[in-house]
């Protein structure tokens, strides 16, 4: 956790480069680095907390607040009018856990152990729960691409069916993961992170960072509009790499780390938990609560993400089925997430 | 099979509604829920007879009245005009195997038992037959979907090929089904509903029940153009959701109970055995009827189905690949089907 | 070997064909069929050389020259202006290795020996790759027919991109192979055909057969814009099917052969290690190739490649995951294979 210190200094630059009305690239840069170790530290506390408390409002602690720095991010995102990089960004997410998280695992791990081994049934039964969400989460997409598309109102009131069940499933999941614990690997790269808070401590740092992660959500997503002017990327772009990078860092380091510790079924479960959480918790909590914001953003995804998430829940499918994994699996994963990111670069 | 006596009664009822005139939509639910006991009766009668007979002449009669129910509605729709509905039935009725039956067994196997464990090898062939089957049956779809649809007669003889395919691939399937008994489970529900008629009283059952089905189609199918007129619901809807339920509601019911006992290699053998009849066999079957009945069919699935149906054989193929199942995987496989019916019900 | 010789006599008749100006679909027949025993010598040259060379050496050659024939052939039909043909055989070249290869050696395989075991980690880590070059290789081809076409130098320079990570892919596999030579089994179908040639036997060899090759390239080349103005044969479809099956019948032999003698770990080995090939170096170096010939060639394949390659990939998946195969997969692999051909063939 020593590398977050010297980070946190980014948050007063940033601020200072917002009143100083320095180019929007840079304040887009500074803040999206600067969230990093704002939301680590969100989701060390968390972990923390719900450490010291019992099963049930520990799985609740960290599953409302887990992702607590994606969900701020994206609430800035929508109240900014900016739905494109929010969905981009929820899409992105999932992709980065199934292919980058796991390819760097996978990769480094294979370097260092050769041949690793993991409990086949665990990686199965969240490989087959990631490509049910999946194929759930790609529903409405996929009746909006087709040649008789449905429209307006039958959009939205799809969108929030199909929110509604995900919520359901995510509740079935939760439900499952606390009376078969010993079967879930418990994602908890508080403890592999060597964190050990009082909960006075974690209670202060998860105020403390949240109100960091607020105020760096802010600038990145004002300087959001001005950059594409500027620069050309895509609001698409910026939402399917960018977010979802500075929202998981810490937990990349952690799912690297621990499968270069040969802990395999954990490292696998950080990379399906966090990917599970977005597509079934944080996805349809954002279209709620757009809805509520009186802007409302729908599940509907182009048809890239919706090949990109089928295809990378198949891979991901695959490599988890036969209990094993090499680094030559790794390194692939991470090509493919090198060239579906090549791709939606050159996205129009 | 206790509660199919009262169900019975249904039937004069739905005869006097249409002699009465009454409302089409009331028509269509009597007689729909009047075809659900004649369809159990039907296919008892079916496995009481084949039991008597030889391996061969057994799984002969199997295959070509285990789905009589089925296919007396389809040429009804058929001779009605309504293509699209028999089209949407078969899609309709592979997708109930595969999400619903399975997933409900799933559901009330898991919640009983735990962890319930089966044959992988078996399982897996099955799996990889029926994603086969799949993929064969939507290739005329994937070849009139594309940027350059081909045409007219092209399509005709294209449906009639693949037709003649999978009956080919249903010919291999038998072969090995009775080469290879110890390995397939037999989907005999007969046995396990409790039912021991001689073949005298079955043949009586049997000719008496058909007689009950093509009567109450014609009623159904009558009433399916005044109804999609009076209440907007869509002939793709009816096809896809309501015919399979009705044809296969004994066939789920006694899936899951025999997920109930723990027998997982049977149950999954009633739903994917299921599934691979109407895939293998009744497709085709209808679409050389109707070219027979000089109102040709073809196999032409629109997105929304070729979507729906390798989904399905994907993430079934995924759950039957470790060999392992629990309550989880059943609960969302019913989330899934409750999800494509919700998309399908919005469809203009 | 023996059946070679005769063919052969093909050589001289297909280059008096071209002199006497006989009929285009003649030239084509005759020249492809001569194609056959060149690629088998030429290959089989090749790993007599490379058994003679070292581990790295010997690999290298292997997959430079390993593919020759195939090579030649499509850098004559880039040089012919016919970008579309030598395309199709780079996605009918892996279709034909997955599923008519597969197909045939675990149908003659599974007859012969009923079910047949092979190692499922061995297999697996193949089809997980075949998977993922599938997936890279049809990026290109997603994102310029989805609904926001990227264009012009954007494609190309995407094309360029994805063939790099390709031959990057390639690289780490050839390296993987090595590393773990008795996980990943040979290719050798020389030692399997009971081909034990000198070094300088085995040059001669390579370089007469390579100058036959080039020779019936030009003519089969030369013979194909004819034969499609004259019989209305699709550019595609001889590509998709005819090209790929001269260039690999000598494989297909050895494939069946060695799975007939029950050694499946090196049919499934023949089958994959040919397709990777392919999809990781054939095509990558095609690209390039096409652009140092300043005739270009992107890897945009077509719709229904796109969904033929990933269904094959899927498939095979699937059969490869429980280490166990029997003659019903093996036949139905062929079913898709021949379903596959009839609708290319009726593709206006």
Do not use: C
Not at 166 to 181: A, D, F, K, P
Not at 250 to 270: P, R, T, W
Not at 286 to 293: I, Q, R
């Amino acid at each position: 956790m020593r590398w977050i210190v010297p980070l946190l200094a980014l948050i007063p630059l940033a601020i200072a480069l917002e009143f100083l009305h320095a180019s929007p690239l840079l304040i887009l840069i500074v803040s999206a680095v600067a969230l990093i170790p704002l939301a680590a530290l969100l989701g060390r506390a968390t972990e923390a907390l719900a450490a010291h408390a019992g099963a049930w409002v520990g799985a609740l602690l960290n599953s409302t607040l887990g992702n607590a720095a994606e969900l701020i991010i994206a609430f800035a995102g929508i109240r900014a009018g900016l739905p494109e990089l929010v969905k981009a960004s929820i899409s992105g997410s999932i992709l980065g856990n199934l292919l980058l998280i796991l390819g760097a695992s996978l990769l480094v791990g294979g370097l260092r152990h050769g041949r690793q081994r993991f409990n086949p049934h665990i990686a199965g039964v969240s490989a087959t729960m990631m490509t049910l969400a999946v194929i759930v989460l790609v529903v409405p997409g996929l009746f909006i691409l087709g040649p008789q598309p449905i429209q307006g109102a039958s959009v939205e009131f799809l969108s929030l069916t199909v929110s509604a069940v995900l919520i359901v499933i995510y509740g079935l999941y939760l439900l499952y993961s606390i009376r078969h614990q010993q079967e879930v690997p418990h994602a908890a790269p508080a403890e592999e992170a060597g964190v050990h808070w009082r909960p006075r401590t974690a209670l202060a740092v998860l105020i403390g960072s949240t109100i960091g992660v607020v105020i760096m959500s802010e600038l990145l997503v004002a300087a959001v509009e001005p950059v594409i002017a500027a620069t050309g990327i895509s609001e698409f772009f910026l939402g399917v790499m960018l977010i979802p990078l500075v929202g998981n860092v810490a937990e990349h380091f952690v799912a690297v780390q621990v499968a270069a510790d040969n802990k395999m079924d954990l490292s696998l479960g950080i990379a399906y938990g966090s990917s599970l959480q977005i597509a079934l918790l944080v996805a349809p909590l954002l279209v709620f609560g757009s809805l509520a914001l009186g802007q409302p953003m729908t599940l509907v995804f182009n048809m890239y993400e919706l090949i990109a998430l089928v295809g990378a829940a198949l891979i991901s499918s695959l490599i988890a089925a036969d209990g094993e994994s090499n680094w030559l699996e790794g390194a692939q994963l991470l090509v493919v997430y090198i060239a579906l990111g090549l791709g939606f670069f050159f996205l129009p």
